[in-house]
Every structure is written in structure tokens, then in C-alpha cells.
């Protein structure tokens, strides 16, 4: 089994900034893709950066310049430093991951952590 823990979110004023960590442990071979997603209230989740083996690293046209995705292959962690935060970034982010087990003939799962809250907020 695969399981996915993410880490850094709270509470930040407008300006300012939060490193989010994700780390991945269990029946790992290889990770495809790290990504992080983000759901709003009210709102549908959202693709916001990703590291990925056939796509390079991309990210959603709000948060260019501001955030920044990073990983650490020999921990297998992936992390999101969010700079100039804005109120609009508010929402639950949550990490997700493609990836290779180590069973023979298993295909390539999606898995997801539990998701860590980022207000910005004066």
C-alpha cells in the first residue's frame, strides 16, 4: 500500500508565504507524478503544479510566479513553496501522486493525501 502525507498548511496573512511538504512511503518503485490540487468552498478541486515524467513541471495560470513545486527523489517528497500568497489561494491542498509499485505487472495508481488547510487572511 501506498500512503501520502502532506504537512505545512495554516494560517497566513496576504504577502506571505507557506511551504507545503508531501511525503510517499510504502510499496513504491518509481513516481511518475507529484502534483498538488486545491478545493475552495463551493468550488471544484483544481490541478495547481506538478512534476511529471512525460509533462515536465507545470503549473495553473494564477499561481505562476508565486508558487514553486520542488522534489526530493531519495525521500520521495514533493513540496510547494507558495510565495506572495493571496486570499483567493484559500483552500484545502492536497497532494497526489502516480506511481509505480513494486509488484510485477501492477499498473501505475493514483493516490492522494488527506489534505491541509491554507487560509490567507489579514
Known amino acids: 500500500q501506498v500512503r501520502l502525507v502532506e504537512s505545512g498548511g495554516g494560517l497566513v496573512q496576504p504577502g506571505g508565504s507557506l511551504r507545503l511538504s508531501c511525503r510517499a512511503s510504502g510499496n513504491i518503485f518509481s513516481i511518475r507524478a507529484m502534483r498538488w490540487y486545491r478545493q475552495a468552498p463551493g468550488n471544484q478541486r483544481e490541478l495547481v503544479a506538478e512534476i511529471s515524467a512525460t509533462k515536465g513541471i507545470n503549473y495553473e495560470d494564477s499561481v505562476k510566479g508565486r508558487f514553486t513545486i520542488s522534489r526530493d527523489n531519495g525521500k520521495n517528497r514533493w513540496y510547494l513553496q507558495m510565495d506572495s500568497l493571496k486570499s483567493e489561494d484559500t483552500a484545502v491542498y492536497y497532494c497526489?501522486?502516480?506511481?509505480?509499485?513494486?509488484?510485477?505487472?501492477?499498473?501505475?495508481?493514483?493516490?492522494w493525501g488527506q489534505g491541509t488547510q491554507v487560509t490567507v487572511s489579514s
Open positions: 497526489n501522486s502516480l506511481i509505480k509499485g513494486t509488484t510485477m505487472g501492477v499498473p501505475v495508481s493514483e493516490h
